[in-house]
């Protein structure tokens, strides 16, 4: 704002000058050269807070570069986000397997952030060691349940085809 107030300052100062080389300008042949530089001197200043441009494409770069790296901070923040939840519900999942007796080598759990900040949990694998419908289906119902998502269940890699 205050360099605003200087160019204007500047602009004024520079048409009163003009003004006055106009007025004390002998009338003739060289009026013409003279209002034509008079003219450039007022079109230079006029446009003078041009010549500052690398300037401002400095500073236009820095916001970029602070544009990016908050969206880097952002994607980092919502990776650890997924990274904690995810963790929770394999906890918890596995607290359930243990309680109802159920051997397992791995669960996965696939999820997304929205631009709202949305979590949606994608998907659920399961792999467990030995095939026991009972159990499988007792499974699907409390991951469907408590994490609103189908439980891909596997058995020692290959998928198990439940029966609905």
């Known amino acids: ?40 001197f007022l079109l230079i200043m006029f446009l003078s807070p041009f010549a500052d441009f690398e300037f401002n494409a400095a500073e236009y770069t820095k916001g970029i570069d602070s544009f990016l790296q908050e969206h880097e901070l952002k994607d980092q923040v919502e990776s650890q986000v997924k990274e904690t939840l995810a963790s929770q519900i394999i906890s918890s999942i596995s607290a359930y397997l243990n309680s109802i007796n159920v051997e397992y080598t791995k669960i996965s759990v696939d999820m997304d952030i929205d631009e709202n900040k949305n979590i949606t949990i994608k998907g659920i694998v399961l792999h467990l060691i030995s095939k026991n419908s009972q159990n499988e289906k007792l499974i699907s119902d409390y991951v469907r349940d408590n994490y609103g998502a189908e439980a891909e269940i596997l058995i020692d890699g290959v998928q198990n085809e439940r029966e609905n």
């Not at 704002?1 to 080389?21: G, L, P, T, Y």
Request: aromatic share 8%; with cysteine.
């Open 1 to 40: 704002m205050e360099n605003m107030k200087e160019w204007a300052m500047s602009v004024v100062f520079s048409v009163a000058v003009a003004a006055v080389i106009g007025l004390l300008s002998p009338k003739g042949g060289g009026e013409k050269a003279i209002k034509f530089l008079t003219c450039i």
